[in-house]
């Protein structure tokens, strides 16, 4: 059975950073696409970040708008690992943070990690 398994979240000051790993276990045989999408209360779940995986078209990354210059998305395909490096934070980036992949042409999703912006 495959999972995602995040780690990383936690709660940091304004201008503060925080780096988020989601790892893919199981039975895997293609990983496309993984990315962060998140979640605040009252909110839709809104695309953060996704990333190709760079075997068939070089990595290609897609970033919303909010997050562009301050947000990294990697990925290291032998560890079936994505990442999320997040900088500048601000209060508006509190939220769940949940970790996506196309794994064996089915869509995947982690539990969510919380990460908290506040001083």
């Known amino acids: 059975q495959v999972q995602l398994v995040e780690s990383g979240g936690g709660l940091v000051q304004p201008g503060g950073s925080l780096r988020l790993s989601c790892a893919a276990t199981?039975?895997?045989?293609?990983?496309?696409?993984m990315g962060w999408y998140r979640q605040a209360p009252g909110k839709r779940r809104e695309l953060v970040a996704i990333?190709?995986?760079?075997?068939?078209?070089?990595?290609?990354?897609n970033y919303a708008d909010f997050v562009k210059g301050r947000f990294i998305i990697s990925r290291d395909n032998a560890k079936n690992t994505v990442y999320l490096q997040m900088s500048s934070l601000n209060p508006e980036d509190t939220a769940a943070y949940f970790c996506y992949g196309r794994i064996n042409r089915l869509d995947y999703w982690g539990q969510g990690t919380q990460v908290s912006v506040s001083s």
């Open positions: 199981g039975s895997i045989y293609s990983i496309f696409d």
């Open positions: 990333i190709s995986n760079g075997v068939t078209n070089g990595g290609n990354t």
